[in-house]
């Protein structure tokens, strides 16, 4: 039929555009004939550019506009139909084209990545469309395999990285676990990071595995906060955690007493409740412990007159002191803050101070002196003493009270001597003085009183009772019949009271008896001769200076009937008769009586005798 049937794809090939086909033509018959066929072969657009899919490895740490791969693109035709253009076809894809030049395509990434983060393959697909008529595309992928890098830092999982804080106590031993350690490096998924303390020279504290122990003692008081840096190693991005590791504080220290005064003076006359010291301590465990309480554990000298506050510390005097009784005080004062106790000692000196007043050596002084002592006589000595110990407490000075009444009779010198003073003394106006007499040693004053007994002198002369002494005595008076007793007094006493007396008398008929005046024997009165009789008795004491007073006597002679009256009768006789009643017959008679005072009363009694 003439018809040429392409018997092949053709390929367009620039420099063979033509076919050249020899044909021959046959008729029906035996006749042909030959000929050539020239074929010019057109470009046509039948060939989809190419480009070979591109797989790259691409660490997490690439940049967006990293070149991942320069593609060539190939394309059986040729001509116009060589220009192409390429676009991604995956959403959010990895790559991106950057450029076309011609047969040539730059691919760069699109994103970043995160290794980490589990981005691990990213296939990205590229349709790259020729210009030629019909337009033919293809396609291709691009895989971007994402290489782990170092890009991350570790992490640490224990301790927590926000608050990094351990807590121990002091009292912990070498081997104590504080706490546990972790940690992880993203770029290494899986495996534990070894944690290390890198600035744990010198400190207490170490790693051992995946644990933070104590290595050495602790102690709050000397440190009770460390600072550490724990460290997860990394070549790139080593990682460190700074963290607090807090020493609990224990009881384990005993409080320490502070400065104050060890050594106390005190005066015994300080009062009670005064406060004398404020024992004080300190407490390394710090204020977390509980206060500290004072107590006063011993003393040397039995019970203590002193008190401490338990929380104050502060001592203070409990009971009266008394120098003389005690002088010092060793105490032991204890502080305790509930666990642990210390001690120490306070030593209290109890100043001697005038608070005993001085005691006279006897309760009752007695002293001697003689009447009419001559001033500044020595009576005597006082003396006392004084509980006091202090020298200058127990210097005493005397003197005679305010008001007292021996003022003028004595004066007592300061060092106790008792001298006669100014005033006489006079046994007869007091035998004693009660003086009252004052010991005072500068701050205390003790009163006594002091007797002074006054011995009797011969001051005095006897004195008669009265100048006359008067008596009588009858003229027939017996030997030793009293007369008169003669009286006298001596204000001087004792031995000093006793006198002689003597009578100064011309008369024989008269002598002294003890204090009577007598009649002497062989003594004769006569009241005719001589009826009153003067006379002088003299009384003598009979100690020296031997003084003497006289007195007057007087004697009057009572006349007695001591002479019968003579009488002279009248010889005439009476007669009466035998019944003749009782008469009284007055004779004439003559009476002569030699005592004169019976003459007056006469009568004569006429004794008849009957004669029968």
């Known amino acids: 039929s003439g018809n040429v049937t392409l018997l092949r794809s053709l390929v367009f090939d620039p420099t063979n555009s033509t076919l050249s086909i020899p044909f021959t033509v046959l008729d029906d018959g035996d006749r042909s004939a030959t000929g050539t066929l020239t074929v010019l072969v057109m470009d046509y657009n039948n060939y989809a550019p190419q480009v070979d899919d591109v797989v790259r490895k691409v660490s997490e740490e690439a940049t967006v506009g990293t070149l991942i791969a320069t593609v060539t693109i190939t394309d059986g035709d040729f001509g116009s139909n060589g220009a192409f253009a390429m676009q991604v076809v995956t959403p959010n894809s990895a790559v991106r084209v950057a450029s076309v030049v011609n047969a040539t395509a730059t691919l760069v990434l699109n994103r970043t990545f995160d290794y980490d983060a589990g981005d691990r393959t990213f296939q990205t697909t590229i349709?790259?469309?020729?210009?030629?008529?019909?337009?033919?595309?293809?396609?291709?992928?691009?895989?971007?395999?994402?290489?782990?890098?170092?890009?991350?830092?570790?992490?640490?999982?224990?301790?927590?990285?926000?608050?990094?804080?351990?807590?121990?106590?002091?009292?912990?031993?070498?081997?104590?676990?504080?706490?546990?350690?972790?940690?992880?490096?993203?770029?290494?998924?899986?495996?534990?990071?070894?944690?290390?303390?890198?600035?744990?020279?010198?400190?207490?504290?170490?790693?051992?595995?995946?644990?933070?122990?104590?290595?050495?003692?602790?102690?709050?008081?000397?440190?009770?906060?460390?600072?550490?840096?724990?460290?997860?190693?990394?070549?790139?991005?080593?990682?460190?955690?700074?963290?607090?590791?807090?020493?609990?504080?224990?009881?384990?220290?005993?409080?320490?007493f502070g400065s104050f005064n060890r050594f106390l003076s005190v005066s015994e006359d300080t009062p009670v409740g005064t406060q004398i010291v404020t024992v004080n301590s300190t407490d390394a465990d710090g204020a977390s412990m509980p206060s500290p309480t004072y107590t006063l554990v011993t003393g040397t000298s039995g019970p203590l007159p002193f008190a401490i506050d338990t929380a104050s510390g502060i001592i203070t005097v409990n009971t009266t002191l008394d120098y003389e009784t005690a002088s010092a005080y060793v105490m032991t004062v204890l502080v305790s803050d509930g666990v642990q106790n210390a001690t120490t000692v306070v030593l209290i000196q109890v100043a001697d101070a005038n608070d005993v007043a001085p005691v006279f050596t006897t309760a009752s002084l007695t002293m001697a002196t003689q009447e009419n002592a001559d001033q500044g006589d020595v009576i005597g000595v006082l003396e006392a003493t004084d509980g006091d110990t202090a020298p200058e407490n127990t210097q005493i000075t005397f003197a005679l009270a305010s008001g007292s009444v021996?003022?003028?009779?004595?004066?007592?010198?300061?060092?106790?001597?008792?001298?006669?003073?100014?005033?006489?003394?006079?046994?007869?106006?007091?035998?004693?003085?009660?003086?009252?007499?004052?010991?005072?040693?500068?701050?205390?004053?003790?009163?006594?009183?002091?007797?002074?007994?006054?011995?009797?002198?011969?001051?005095?002369?006897?004195?008669?009772?009265?100048?006359?002494?008067?008596?009588?005595?009858?003229?027939?008076?017996?030997?030793?019949?009293?007369?008169?007793?003669?009286?006298?007094?001596?204000?001087?006493?004792?031995?000093?009271?006793?006198?002689?007396?003597?009578?100064?008398?011309?008369?024989?008929?008269?002598?002294?008896?003890?204090?009577?005046?007598?009649?002497?024997?062989?003594?004769?009165?006569?009241?005719?001769?001589?009826?009153?009789?003067?006379?002088?008795?003299?009384?003598?004491?009979?100690?020296?200076?031997?003084?003497?007073?006289?007195?007057?006597?007087?004697?009057?002679?009572?006349?007695?009937?001591?002479?019968?009256?003579?009488?002279?009768?009248?010889?005439?006789?009476?007669?009466?008769?035998?019944?003749?009643?009782?008469?009284?017959?007055?004779?004439?008679?003559?009476?002569?009586?030699?005592?004169?005072?019976?003459?007056?009363?006469?009568?004569?009694?006429?004794?008849?005798?009957?004669?029968?």
């Open 406 to 612: 021996c003022q003028g009779s004595i004066v007592i010198a300061s060092n106790g001597t008792v001298y006669a003073g100014t005033t006489v003394i006079d046994f007869e106006t007091n035998q004693t003085l009660s003086c009252k007499v004052e010991a005072f040693d500068g701050a205390q004053t003790t009163s006594n009183v002091v007797t002074i007994e006054v011995s009797d002198q011969n001051d005095n002369a006897p004195l008669f009772t009265q100048g006359l002494f008067s008596g009588s005595v009858a003229e027939d008076a017996s030997q030793g019949e009293q007369i008169l007793i003669l009286s006298f007094a001596d204000q001087d006493e004792f031995e000093f009271a006793q006198s002689n007396l003597t009578l100064l008398s011309p008369y024989p008929q008269f002598q002294l008896s003890g204090y009577n005046l007598v009649v002497a024997p062989g003594a004769r009165f006569e009241f005719n001769n001589q009826s009153l009789f003067d006379m002088t008795v003299f009384v003598t004491n009979t100690a020296p200076p031997f003084f003497s007073t006289n007195a007057s006597l007087r004697v009057t002679v009572i006349d007695k009937n001591t002479h019968a009256p003579q009488v002279t009768l009248d010889t005439t006789a009476l007669s009466l008769t035998e019944a003749q009643a009782p008469i009284q017959v007055f004779p004439n008679v003559s009476i002569v009586d030699a005592d004169p005072m019976h003459q007056t009363l006469k009568q004569v009694f006429v004794v008849l005798q009957r004669v029968d």
């Open 127 to 256: 349709q790259v469309v020729d210009n030629g008529v019909p337009s033919l595309n293809s396609t291709f992928e691009v895989t971007v395999d994402i290489t782990n890098a170092n890009d991350s830092a570790p992490i640490f999982t224990q301790p927590d990285p926000a608050a990094c804080l351990f807590n121990v106590s002091e009292s912990a031993s070498v081997g104590a676990q504080l706490g546990q350690l972790a940690g992880y490096d993203p770029d290494m998924p899986g495996l534990a990071s070894q944690v290390l303390l890198v600035d744990g020279d010198n400190l207490p504290f170490g790693v051992v595995g995946n644990l933070l122990i104590v290595d050495g003692a602790l102690n709050y008081e000397a440190k009770s906060v460390f600072h550490v840096s724990l460290l997860i190693e990394d070549p790139r991005f080593p990682t460190s955690l700074a963290c607090q590791i807090n020493v609990l504080n224990e009881n384990d220290v005993a409080p320490v």
